[in-house]
């Protein structure tokens, strides 16, 4: 059996487990950041543990750049700095600015290294290895789906960084403790930022135009869909005066 042949059954066969996992998120919600409790194993500070889920991702993704054995176009360079814009920053920058001392199980970590893994071997494999020699030549850069996707992952990206940094801006060391975010999207819903990543993989489904790039969409909103509708519960719970506009993830629908 080919490597080709066991990437596409690691493909389609994590793509059925999406759909598990989204159904059972929606019942148990995972414990980590807000939501942690006891009884999922030792766990450790939330700084070391972004860092250890998230540098795979930046780091497998240049070595399958490296390795590669297809001409190296410019659309290929492009498209390792548009993951590492995302991926480098959220593991060597985005760990070391978080507020909170919250700490995380080392059994959802485990979960969370290992989907990284697995999702940058699906999308690094494809664009490096196992793409047709003529998908990303340079004429690639000019074709209306990456011109599109480019535009869709950019605004995704921003609007994940700004509301990042206006929950970021709420921390206060005299006044620990979750508190009401306002501005950006957060007047829509109570999870812009989790719309945000969704937004911004969608956009690189498009640039990239393949099943990899689809994975990486339904993996992202069937972790994200149910956390945000369990962050959403939670503020409601939590704060009296939660806006009741707002939806979880989508304005005006959910």
């Known amino acids: 059996m080919t490597e080709y042949s066991v990437y596409k059954i690691i493909l389609f066969g994590f793509l059925g487990v999406a759909v598990v996992t989204a159904v059972s998120l929606f019942f148990i919600t995972a414990p980590y950041g807000r939501h942690t409790k006891k009884g999922w194993g030792p766990v450790i500070p939330n700084k070391v543990a972004w860092l250890i889920m998230e540098v795979p991702a930046s780091l497998l ?4 750049f490296i390795i590669s054995d297809k001409d190296i176009t410019v659309t290929l360079v492009v498209l390792q700095i548009i993951w590492q814009a995302h991926y480098f920053h959220r593991a060597f920058i985005f760990p070391f600015m978080l507020r909170s001392n919250e700490k995380d199980a080392l059994s959802i970590i485990f979960l969370g290294l290992v989907f990284n893994s ?12 196992f793409s047709p020699d003529s998908a990303y030549a340079a004429s690639w850069l ?7 996707g480019i535009l869709v992952f950019a605004v995704g990206f921003f609007i994940n960084k700004q509301s990042d940094a206006i929950t970021r801006r709420l921390w206060d060391p005299q006044n620990p403790g979750y508190k009401i975010p306002h501005g950006g999207l957060y007047r829509f819903v109570s999870c812009p930022n989790y719309l945000g990543e969704i937004i911004t993989w969608i956009g690189w489904a498009v640039l990239t135009w393949s099943w990899a790039g689809l994975f990486f969409v339904v993996w992202t909103a ?33």
């Open 61 to 64: 993704f240049l070595i399958y």
């Open 222 to 254: 069937a972790n994200l869909i149910p956390r945000a509708v369990s962050n959403h519960r939670w503020y409601r719970e939590k704060f009296p005066d939660y806006p009741k506009e707002r939806k979880a993830i989508i304005p005006g629908v959910l």
């Open 142 to 148: 000019a074709d209306p789906r990456f011109i599109v």
């Open 118 to 129: 697995v999702n940058t071997y699906i999308q690094g494999r494809w664009i490096y290895t």
